[in-house]
C-alpha cells in the first residue's frame, strides 16, 4: 500500500518554533520553546530607556512592547499572555495596526543588515513609532516619549547616503520642472535662481544660500557618476 507523504511547516518566532500543519494554520500541533512552564509575573519588567535611547531602532512587535512599558523580551510576553490576558490583547492589537500599516502610515528603515522578509522583521524608528501612537490616541505612552527625550533631545538616526541622494534627486527634479533658469550659462545649477523662485512667490527659502549651493553642488556630482 502507497504511504501518503504529508508536509508540515515549522515556523519560527521570538518564543521558539511552531510545528503547522500548512501555512496557513493559526493552531500549532507542537511547540518547541523555552521549556512547558510559563515565566511568572517577574519576567515583566520596566524598559532599560538608556540603551533604547541610544539604539534608536526596533522590530515591530519590540516597539509594541516599549510602548506599553515593557522591556521587549519572550518572556515578559509570553508571561503577559499567561497573567494578564486582558493587556497581551491591548499588545496584539497595537501589533496588528502597526504591521498593517508599516510602509504606510508607519515608514520604516529600508536596508537594515539585520531585516528580514515581512513586517515584523522590519526596524522602525522608537521615536517615529511613539509619535504615530500618541497621535492616534494610543494611551500610556509617556514612559516611552520620556524615555525617548522626545520633548528635550530626542534620538536621531543618520541618514544614509544612499537616502540621502534620493531626497536631492526628488528635490533635483522638483527644481527643473519649477525653476526658471535653474542651470546657468556654464549648464551648471544656480543657486540664484532657486532663491528668486522663491521671493518671486514672496516665500522665505527655508535653505540657507551656503546649504543650497552645497546641495546643488551634490546634485551636480551625482548627475556625472549616472553619465559616465
Not at 539585520?114 to 509619535?131: F, M, P, Q, T, V
Not at 525653476?179 to 544656480?190: E, H, I, L, P, W
Amino acid at each position: 500500500m502507497a504511504q501518503i507523504e504529508k508536509t508540515y511547516i515549522l515556523k519560527h518566532n521570538p518564543d521558539g518554533f511552531k510545528l503547522l500543519l500548512d501555512r496557513n494554520a493559526t493552531q500549532s500541533i507542537a511547540e518547541v520553546g523555552e521549556g512547558s512552564s510559563p515565566p511568572n509575573l517577574c519576567s515583566i519588567k520596566l524598559p532599560r530607556w538608556d540603551h533604547w535611547y541610544q539604539r534608536k531602532l526596533a522590530r515591530p512587535w519590540q516597539a509594541t512592547l516599549l510602548g506599553m512599558n515593557i522591556e521587549p523580551t519572550s518572556e515578559a510576553r509570553r508571561a503577559l499572555e499567561v497573567h494578564d490576558p486582558e493587556r497581551y490583547r491591548l499588545y496584539e492589537d497595537r501589533l496588528d495596526i502597526t504591521k498593517t500599516l508599516i510602509g504606510y502610515e508607519i515608514p520604516f528603515l529600508e536596508d537594515h543588515l539585520r531585516e528580514g522578509e515581512g513586517a515584523g522583521r522590519k526596524y522602525l524608528e522608537l521615536a517615529e513609532y511613539c509619535e504615530y501612537a500618541i497621535k492616534i490616541g494610543w494611551g500610556g505612552l509617556e514612559p516611552m516619549r520620556s524615555g525617548l527625550k522626545l520633548d528635550e533631545a530626542p534620538p536621531s538616526l543618520n541618514m544614509s547616503q544612499r537616502k540621502v541622494n534620493n531626497y536631492l534627486t526628488m528635490l533635483d527634479t522638483i527644481f527643473q520642472n519649477w525653476v526658471g533658469d535653474y542651470f546657468n550659462a556654464k549648464g551648471d545649477r544656480s543657486p540664484a535662481a532657486v532663491l528668486k523662485w522663491f521671493a518671486e512667490k514672496e516665500a522665505d527659502c527655508p535653505i540657507e544660500e551656503p546649504t543650497l549651493r552645497a546641495w546643488l553642488n551634490e546634485m551636480n556630482g551625482l548627475e556625472k557618476k549616472r553619465k559616465k
